[in-house]
């Protein structure tokens, strides 16, 4: 296969626009309901350290502290332990 061209990429770049953009979408919709759940989380256990969905190299890996200087006081707990 050949290196493609710079308007061979401009071409592409086109064709795969509308693609990203429903991704895109997709994304923002998901990401908005996770913040939802992440304040519900924190509203319904009352804790002084807020916590979040941890993510690592692009997937949910469990909950931990937001702030890294509180995860000594609260840390990771790993998807592991929370399936089952």
Same mark, same amino acid.
């Given at each position: 296969m050949r290196k493609l061209t710079r308007?061979?990429?401009i071409k592409l770049t086109n064709k795969l626009k509308?693609?990203?953009k429903k991704r895109q979408s997709l994304y923002s919709k998901f990401f908005n309901e996770e913040r939802k759940i992440e304040y519900e989380m924190n509203k319904n256990?009352? %804790?002084k350290i807020k916590l979040e969905f941890f993510y690592c *190299?692009?997937?949910c890996v469990?909950?931990?502290a937001e *702030?890294? %200087?509180e995860r000594q006081f609260f840390p990771l707990i790993h998807d592991s332990e929370l399936d089952n």
């Open positions: 308007g061979q990429i509308p693609f990203w256990l009352k %804790s *190299d692009g997937e469990g909950i931990g *702030d890294y %200087s």
